[in-house]
């Protein structure tokens, strides 16, 4: 079969997976997505954004009036690949991410596998599905940071650095490691950082075989340190250096790290309670994968190459785990390789989610895996060809995809409509506290991905996971507050227009039944009766439209900072 | 015998049996007039003196009583299991304010669980509750999907014990695919 036969044939069958494994999909990419947290939602409302965001990384359609700073987004290529899908549409992007990645990263595995490790076809189709339809891909599904899966970078970047650290490394390979590396670090903090720990390994063995040259490395190092600190330089300048508090990050930075941490009971196997209560974290490694690799050094004795990609694996593991191991959920807690971090409460407020090193073992067993079922079948294979099978088994059933995905509508209540499109809708939410304090800002996040369907501009911040702060917040606290504790108060009307609030959107069923009454009371003596209502788009909205005020858009945001003085 | 496969449907893969226990009537009514489903359990301690259980809900701006029933009228309801069900059908919510209040024999009612429930499918959700006994007395724990007694414990664990299992049979399938090849000429 010739090469393009071949490749021919990989890319149709792992579309097929892929169908499966984000099954229904395809057969509506823009009217659905599949995640069950809250995390899509911001993603929906920056592809749609995209447009918008000029030079400085800025918008003026959220954080009204002053705008919301995107300098920290969640992914630099999927904002780039918004922009570029802009003149069709940008709300494309999570969807084109969610079909295409999975896809692109495990051919770009596959190929790994078989150009730098010797693996043959259709064996080397393991080291695919091992990472493009691996466990921590379905998380990322489930989260809803969908563009991770768009992640052909680490296998890139592996085969960057195996040739870079060989000794018939040229310049060129250095500077693709620098080019693939940097691509990870835009796709995603977490995925630059595990493509900084896969350097570090490859690193490592090139030091301990003194096979590394002076001009590859330099063609690595140099571009890779521009981009490095051109980054960090962008992410200190975006501001505090330490996560501010927020509702999802209360206790000690172990304590918030153990959310986000791979468990040996998750990366062997998913259950409905992680996906009600861990975020749907189950990185499950993949047996097939698993089995495999652990019998390479008795198949693979002699043959070059895979040990470091073993290792890749191991490291991976080991990071994924995070700072202490546990059983279950919280059972054993025995310090673990990131329990240090605990005296860098600042710098590990930033590194809530160590499961995501997990890309690193799917990637390292897969192409493993690959190279032992390729020598186990060079005598045998229609014996080992049930491996595949098998393989495809870990990718549906064992990270359980297609069972655990939902199909929620991409929709927006239509009341929206009604507000003035020239001015700012205030989105009034109740506060959550405690243990559904998650529901503000899957709330928050909801009523930011609306935003790609009414384009009205909004005063919720729709970056980031920090509540309690900007103006959405404030003022609708302010103006919540008001209502409840003393009832309407005069000239609160002329000072929400006086900040460019042309609309109050009221979600009547979020307050307890005495609230609600009082809030739409309150309301309607504030501003008249509700202009509108809807019950379509899975929500009830009720939009209340706020005269214009005395003051000229210029003042604005003067306005809104007095008040906001007052405030802190 | 019924009744045992559905436990063990039930215990083996909860996404599974929940898709099951409404795959009749109700979903093929849902898939007739694309509305969404929402099944509501409480699985009841028998040590508890609640005589009824029902669910106050607000969902898309109407209130609604659901009466959860336990004689295996719902579809997919196993009779007198421990675990109290009742569904609403309606246009589409991401979510619903639901109160579940439980109804002792002097007619006395306890407000178990009030808050906000995600139901993002479009399709079917299920909110499940687990009611039991704390230091604040009867509360209604939100579980995904609702078992008998004790057997959430069996559900949690069991999808680790079979992931353990598949992973035994591909070791010792690997380690025969090595001891054939090791046999080769």
């Not at chain 2, 849902?30 to 099944?39: G, L, N, S």
């Not at chain 2, 569904?87 to 919510?93: C, E, F, L, N, P």
Request: some cysteine.
């Amino acid at each position: 079969m010739t090469a393009a036969g071949r490749n021919g044939l990989t890319l149709a069958f792992f579309s097929a997976v892929l169908v499966a494994f984000t099954w229904p999909l395809v057969t509506d990419p823009i009217g659905m997505h599949l995640s069950r947290q809250f995390d899509m939602y911001s993603l929906q409302w920056l592809s749609a954004a995209a447009p918008t965001i000029d030079a400085h990384l800025s918008t003026t359609l959220t954080g009204w009036p002053e705008g919301e700073h995107l300098v920290r987004p969640d992914s630099f290529v999927l904002l780039g690949l918004a922009k570029l899908l802009s003149p069709i549409d940008p709300r494309l992007a999570p969807a084109v991410c969610t079909l295409a990645g999975p896809v692109v990263s495990a051919w770009a595995a596959e190929r790994f596998s078989a150009r730098c490790l010797g693996a043959r076809w259709p064996w080397s189709l393991l080291a695919g599905l091992a990472y493009g339809f691996s466990g921590i891909a379905a998380t990322a599904i489930l989260e809803g940071h969908v563009y991770m899966l768009l992640d052909p970078w680490l296998p890139l970047l592996a085969w960057a650095m195996f040739k870079t650290t060989s000794a018939a490394g040229r310049t060129w390979h250095g500077v693709a490691a620098a080019a693939t590396w940097s691509l990870a670090l835009l796709t995603s903090a977490y995925i630059g950082i595990a493509a900084t720990v896969l350097v570090l390994v490859f690193l490592t063995k090139g030091l301990r075989h003194r096979t590394i040259r002076l001009r590859p490395a330099l063609g690595a190092a140099l571009p890779a340190i521009l981009v490095g600190v051109s980054y960090v330089a962008l992410f200190t300048a975006g501001g505090s250096m330490a996560r501010p508090k927020s509702t999802l990050a209360l206790g000690s930075p172990l304590v918030v790290m153990s959310a986000g941490q791979a468990t040996l009971a998750s990366l062997a196997s998913w259950s409905s309670p992680v996906d009600t209560q861990m975020h749907s974290m189950a990185p499950t490694l993949g047996f097939t994968a698993l089995a495999l690799a652990l019998f390479a050094p008795f198949v693979l004795r002699g043959v070059p190459g895979w040990r470091v990609m073993l290792a890749v694996a191991g490291v991976g593991i080991a990071l994924s785990l995070g700072p202490t191991i546990n059983l279950y959920q919280h059972e054993l807690q025995l310090p673990w390789l990131l329990w240090p971090l605990k005296e860098w409460p600042a710098a590990s407020s930033f590194f809530h989610f160590p499961v995501r090193m997990a890309w690193l073992s799917s990637l390292g067993l897969g192409a493993v895996a690959a190279l032992v079922a390729s020598r186990l079948a060079q005598h045998r294979p229609l014996l080992a060809l049930p491996l595949l099978a098998c393989a495809v088994v870990d990718a549906l059933i064992g990270t359980g995809a297609p069972l655990r995905t939902r199909i929620v509508p991409i929709s927006a209540p239509s009341a929206y409509e009604i507000a003035p499109k020239d001015r700012a809708v205030l989105e009034l939410l109740p506060i959550f506290q405690g243990n559904v304090a998650d529901f503000e800002l899957y709330m928050n996040n909801l009523s930011c991905s609306y935003q790609a369907i009414h384009q009205r501009p909004l005063l919720n911040e729709c970056i980031g996971t920090t509540l309690g702060l900007g103006p959405r917040r404030m003022v609708g606290d302010w103006l919540a507050g008001s209502i409840l504790t003393n009832g309407p108060v005069h000239g609160l009307t002329k000072r929400l227009a006086n900040l460019g609030v042309g609309a109050v959107a009221v979600h009547p069923d979020l307050f307890t039944d005495q609230e609600r009454a009082a809030l739409l009371q309150g309301c309607a003596t504030l501003f008249g009766p509700p202009a509108g209502s809807s019950r379509d788009g899975g929500e009830y909205v009720v939009i209340f439209t706020v005269p214009k005020g005395t003051d000229p858009p210029e003042r604005w945001v003067s306005n809104y900072r007095e008040i906001k003085e007052i405030w802190q | 015998m019924a009744r045992m496969v559905a436990l063990a449907l039930l215990l083996f893969c909860p996404s599974l049996a929940t898709a099951g226990q409404t795959a009749g009537a109700s979903e093929r009514a849902h898939k007739a007039a694309q509305r969404q489903v929402i099944v509501f359990q409480a699985a009841v301690s028998s040590r508890t003196t609640y005589s009824g259980l029902h669910v106050e809900v607000v969902r898309l701006g109407e209130d609604t009583d659901v009466e959860l029933t336990d004689d295996g009228s719902q579809p997919g309801d196993l009779a007198w299991d421990g675990v109290y069900t009742g569904q609403m059908v309606g246009d589409y919510s991401r979510y619903v304010n639901a109160r579940l209040v439980g109804t002792k024999d002097d007619g006395t009612q306890d407000v178990l669980f009030a808050g906000m429930v995600r139901t993002d499918d479009r399709r079917l959700d299920t909110v499940g509750w687990q009611v039991m006994m704390t230091p604040r007395g009867w509360e209604a724990l939100r579980v995904p999907v609702s078992y008998p007694g004790k057997a959430l414990i069996v559900v949690s664990g069991l999808p680790l014990l079979v992931a353990y299992g598949w992973g035994a049979l591909l070791l010792f399938y690997v380690f025969l695919l090595t001891k054939l090849r090791g046999t080769q000429p």
